[in-house]
């Protein structure tokens, strides 16, 4: 039997658009001789659809474009995920589209209610196994997290009969190593059912979430068969051949290795995140502060592969305290990139402030206040040019410096995307290296790469004056932001008592800051955002 997994990039609500690509790559399948086409979890609605399913008449229209698909599909027995309603109960469903109707439905019946997933907010769990029959194969329909638990899998097919091949259709999201933990189950699931494994999984960027595609075959033996293209849309085809006691599969589109190398996916995850987030909000353009400091260059280079150098400007915004070679530097990356770029001096807007907060008791320009001033001002700036160029600002905090708060509300964090948003300091020198590495040439210059990290809002300003070095922060960080490991456990680890107890107050003291913050793609198993959901007004402090 031949069967295509159809990953492709829906968007969240666009019915119509999601529908006409799931069409398009069923003319594909069609001309290829495909027999079962299957598609991404909610492949209708996109993934995830949230608060939108609250909506009777979403739910409605996300049935009505299903039926239209059905009569459209008529000569392929096609899978696809959509939200159904039936009795006041919502699903997460698996529709099978046959002779131009819809033939049978499967509910997911494992609900994921931790990190980033709120499925037990909306959906109610099925409870029956579908088994298609067609081709003379037995085909057992599940939705994502019904494979994942390898034991209940198990059970919830033990009176099912002989099964040849496991359908499971996905929006499964990325963080930077996933792929090798999806192909351990993939693996695990066909050897326990004893089965071949067709595993679609959706692509694209979702808000802050990215879907990575990278689908797969797998034989009866455990054997990964061929994996889709990561990143992009990919209709990935093979024929599954029932034997004597197995299920082999032979490829009939090519396979794409996975790289062993993080950096790459990470690079590629970044990229697409910005782009789709930039064009799905009808954003053609970008800007951003360019200082000449490592992450404004780094988000530069996203940007500009994102969405082509002549998409993206590049603002500098110098005043007294910025160096020569920190500007000499902003516009090199700006050359090297091809993309515009702006000079915008905020120094005399700087002694305009300065001079009308004099009238103020207290004010001074020889404290932090001045300092977030000068952040403030360039972000007015940058806002500004974004009204007036309808242009999206992207921001280039990083993870590290998030989750202590050396970032200023209404300055630095002003904008609409955050691309690095959940990239470690120690990751953002790597991604630097990368980036040359890969253009063949020095797009980020070395000294940019080279200079001790300073945010030049003061005389020697530089970001060890407030923060450990990065080494060190980006230890500490992982292991309490990401692992949830506690000051006790960091210290007996060898990491230094005061300065694991000093990190840890810094990141609990600036939830408000980061509640503030624009989206960034997650790149990480815990990213701030619906990974991390600590209450700001928050007295309790480890007893450890």
């Known amino acids: 039997m031949r069967i295509g997994l159809g990953q492709f990039n829906a968007v969240v609500g666009d019915l119509r658009g999601n529908a006409a690509k799931i069409h398009k790559m069923y003319q594909q399948a069609l001309e290829r001789s495909v027999e079962l086409l299957v598609f991404p979890e909610l492949a209708v609605s996109g993934y995830p659809p949230e608060d939108l399913l609250h909506k009777k008449y979403f739910l409605e229209d996300c049935r009505r474009v299903l039926e239209k698909l ?29 002779n131009g109707s819809i033939s049978s439905v499967y509910h997911k019946a494992q609900l994921p209610n931790y990190g980033v997933f709120d499925e037990q907010r909306y959906f109610q769990p099925g409870s029956c196994p579908l088994i298609l029959k067609t081709s003379g194969l037995n085909i057992a329909v599940t939705v994502c997290r019904d494979i994942w638990d390898i034991e209940w899998l198990s059970e919830f097919f033990a009176d099912s009969g002989k099964i040849d091949l496991l359908a499971n259709i996905s929006a499964s999201p990325f963080y930077a190593g996933k792929q090798g933990d999806r192909e351990q189950i993939v693996i695990a699931s066909a050897r326990k059912i004893g089965c071949a494994v067709g595993y679609c999984n959706l692509v694209g960027g979702q808000d ?30 093979a024929d599954v051949v029932p034997g004597d006691g197995s299920v082999k599969v032979r490829l009939l589109s090519p396979s794409v290795p996975i790289s062993d190398e993080p950096l790459e996916e990470i690079y590629q995850a970044l990229v697409l995140g910005t782009r789709d987030y930039a064009r799905k909000n009808g954003f053609q353009k970008v800007l951003l502060g360019l200082s000449g400091g490592i992450d404004s260059s780094l988000s530069a280079a996203i940007a500009a592969a994102a969405l082509g150098a002549e998409n993206v400007t590049g603002i500098t915004m110098p005043s007294r305290f910025n160096s020569p070679e920190t500007i000499n530097d902003a516009k090199k990356v700006a050359d090297n990139l091809g993309i515009k770029f702006l000079t915008v001096p905020i120094e005399p807007i700087l002694k305009e402030f300065d001079k009308e907060l004099r009238a103020v008791k207290g004010w001074d320009n020889q404290g932090i206040a001045y300092e977030n001033l000068q952040a403030r001002i360039r972000g007015t700036i940058l806002m500004s040019l974004s009204n007036q160029l309808g242009a999206l600002v992207l921001t280039s905090g990083n993870k590290s410096e998030t989750a202590v708060g050396y970032t ?64 060190l922060l980006d230890k500490i960080l992982s292991g309490y932001v990401e692992e949830d490991k506690s000051a006790q456990e960091l210290i007996e680890s060898g990491l230094p008592a005061d300065t694991v107890r000093r990190v840890i107050t810094m990141v609990d003291q600036n939830e408000y800051k980061r509640r503030q913050s624009p989206p960034g793609i997650k790149i990480t198993q815990r990213a701030f955002g619906k990974d991390w959901r600590l209450p700001i007004t928050n007295r309790y402090k480890d007893m450890s």
Request: hydrophobic share 40%; glycine share 8%.
């Open 70 to 98: 059905a009569s459209d599909c008529k000569k392929i027995t096609t899978v696809v995920g959509c939200p159904l309603s039936d009795n006041g109960n919502i699903f997460n469903s698996a529709a099978v589209l046959q």
């Open 208 to 237: 802050e979430l990215i879907f990575d595609g990278r689908s797969m075959f797998a034989d009866s033996e455990g054997r990964i068969a061929g994996i889709a293209q990561g990143f992009v849309e990919d209709l990935f085809i």
């Open 408 to 471: 200023t509300l209404y300055g630095d964090t002003a904008g609409g995307f955050a691309v690095i948003k959940d990239v470690m300091k120690t990751v953002v020198y790597s991604l630097a290296e990368y980036v040359n590495m890969t253009n063949g040439r020095q797009i980020i210059p070395e000294a940019v790469i080279n200079r001790a990290p300073t945010a030049e809002l003061r005389p020697g300003q530089k970001d060890t004056d407030t923060l450990p070095e990065y080494d």
